[in-house]
C-alpha cells in the first residue's frame, strides 16, 4: 500500500486514510471553494465534504449555469438491499437532478455485475432491482426525469461494452485492477458502456454527464474517459465528469463492509428493532470509563454514530450538529445519552422511509418495466 501507492478495489475492499494523497496520485480535483460557491444547492454532502473531490465537474456548472442538457448517470449493484452506502450514491444522484430541469437522469441496475461479482442469477436481481427502485423514489427519485435500465437488457450498453473491447488489452485491465476473472473485465467495459450511453444517439447524443459514485469506483470513471477519448472520432464523446464520496465505515468500525459482518449495516428496509440494536452497539469514540469520559470529554471525529450517521445520514441541520459535537467534546454528554437522541432521529427517519417506500411498489414495477414514465 505505502510507498507504492493507494489501491482502489472496486470490487474489494478500498481503505482511504488520506484522501488528499489519493486525489494526488489519481488527478482527482478537490470539490471545495469556487466550485462549491457555484453549486446552486449546497447538499449536506457537499457541505460537509463526504464528496471530497471531482473531475471535470465545471463543465457540469457550466451547464447549469447556461440552462443546457446534461446527464446525471450511476449504477447500483442489485446484489442486496439498500443501505447506508447505496443511499448515499442515490441521494448524489437524486441531488445533481435536482439542479436543473434541463438534468436528465440514466440510472443502471448493475444485474451483469452483480453476476460476474456475487453470483446473483438474474431473476433474483430483478426482485431485488424492484425492492431497490422503491428506496430510491422513496428516497425522492423523480420518475419522469429518469431512464431506468438492467444491464443484461439493455442491447445498446453491451454493444457499446464489446465495440470498446476492441481496443483494451489484457495488459491495460491488468494494470488498472490487477489479475481479475474475465467476467470482472468485461463488467468494467459494461460500466464503461453505461456511463457512455447517454451520449448514444437515441439519448439525443454526446452531452456533458456527471457520475456520482464512491472513491472506489475511479478506476472506471479513469477506464471510461480513456475510451470517451479513443472513440470521440466515432461517437463524438464527451469524457464524464465524475465526484467522489468517501468511503466509509460500517458500524462497528470496520473499514471492510462486509455482509458477513451484519451488525456492520443497516438496512433501510430492516425493522426498526433490529436497526435499533445495531445503533445502540455501534463503534463510538467513548472512553474506557464514565469519569475518564467526563474530565476528557469523548472523541466524536472517531465515532461512528458521530460522523457516520449523525454528520453523513441524519442529522441536516449545521448548528445543531455542532452543538452536538461540543457536546460531546466537552464531556457533557456520555455516550448512552448521545446513542439515545441519535436512534429517535434515526428510527424516525427509517419509519417515515418504511412508509414511503410501501406505497411505491406499483411505481417501481412500472418504471421497471418501461424504463421512463416521462
Ligand atoms: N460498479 C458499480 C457498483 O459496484 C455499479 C455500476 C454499474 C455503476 N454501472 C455503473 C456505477 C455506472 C456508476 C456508473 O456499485
Redesign the pocket.
Known amino acids: 500500500m505505502d510507498r507504492e501507492g493507494i489501491v482502489l478495489d472496486?470490487w474489494g475492499t478500498s481503505h482511504v486514510k488520506d484522501y488528499r494523497r489519493l486525489m494526488e496520485q489519481f488527478g482527482i480535483e478537490p470539490l471545495e471553494g469556487e466550485l462549491i460557491e457555484r453549486l446552486p444547492y449546497k447538499h449536506r454532502l457537499v457541505r460537509r465534504r463526504i464528496i471530497f473531490g471531482h473531475r471535470d465537474l465545471e463543465m457540469i456548472l457550466r451547464a447549469i449555469e447556461e440552462g443546457e442538457e446534461y446527464a446525471v448517470?450511476?449504477?447500483?449493484?442489485p446484489s442486496g438491499e439498500f443501505h447506508l452506502g447505496t443511499k448515499l450514491t442515490s441521494e448524489e444522484f437524486i441531488y445533481f437532478l435536482s439542479l436543473s430541469p434541463k438534468a436528465r437522469g440514466f440510472f443502471?441496475i448493475?444485474d451483469l455485475?452483480a453476476y460476474a461479482d456475487n453470483k446473483i442469477p438474474l431473476e433474483e436481481s430483478y426482485r431485488i432491482a424492484l425492492s431497490n427502485l422503491m428506496d430510491m423514489l422513496a428516497l425522492g427519485l423523480d420518475p419522469r426525469r429518469v431512464y431506468v435500465y438492467r444491464q443484461s437488457q439493455e442491447m445498446p450498453v453491451m454493444q457499446l461494452a464489446f465495440i470498446f473491447s476492441r481496443s483494451v488489452t489484457y495488459n491495460t485491465l491488468e494494470a488498472i485492477y490487477g489479475p481479475r476473472p474475465f467476467g470482472l473485465y468485461l463488467s468494467a467495459l459494461v460500466?464503461a458502456g453505461?456511463?457512455l450511453n447517454p451520449q448514444l444517439p437515441h439519448h439525443g447524443g454526446p452531452k456533458p454527464t456527471v457520475?456520482p459514485?464512491g472513491a472506489d469506483?475511479d478506476p472506471?470513471i479513469r477506464l471510461t474517459r480513456d475510451l470517451a477519448r479513443k472513440y470521440r472520432g466515432e461517437f463524438g464523446f464527451v469524457p464524464p465528469a465524475a465526484t467522489y464520496h468517501k468511503l466509509l465505515r460500517d458500524l462497528t468500525g470496520q473499514e471492510k463492509m462486509s455482509k458477513r459482518n451484519p451488525m456492520g449495516i443497516l438496512y433501510l428496509t430492516e425493522s426498526l428493532e433490529s436497526a435499533r440494536r445495531k445503533v445502540m452497539n455501534a463503534f463510538t469514540g467513548g472512553r474506557a470509563t464514565a469519569e475518564e469520559q467526563r474530565r476528557l470529554g469523548g472523541e466524536p471525529e472517531k465515532c461512528v454514530i458521530f460522523v457516520e450517521l449523525l454528520s453523513t445520514h441524519f442529522l441536516e441541520d449545521d448548528k445543531q450538529l455542532e452543538e452536538w459535537y461540543w457536546e460531546c467534546k466537552s464531556g457533557r454528554m456520555l455516550c448512552g445519552e448521545c446513542k439515545a437522541r441519535a436512534w429517535e432521529l434515526i428510527g424516525a427517519w427509517l419509519k417515515r422511509h418504511q412508509e414511503r417506500r410501501a406505497k411505491m411498489r406499483d411505481l417501481a414495477e412500472r418504471l421497471l418495466e418501461e424504463k421512463t414514465l416521462s
Not at 448517470?73 to 449493484?77: D, F, L, R, S
Open positions: 472496486p448517470m450511476t449504477g447500483i449493484k443502471a448493475a455485475e460500466q453505461d456511463i457520475v459514485v469506483q472506471h
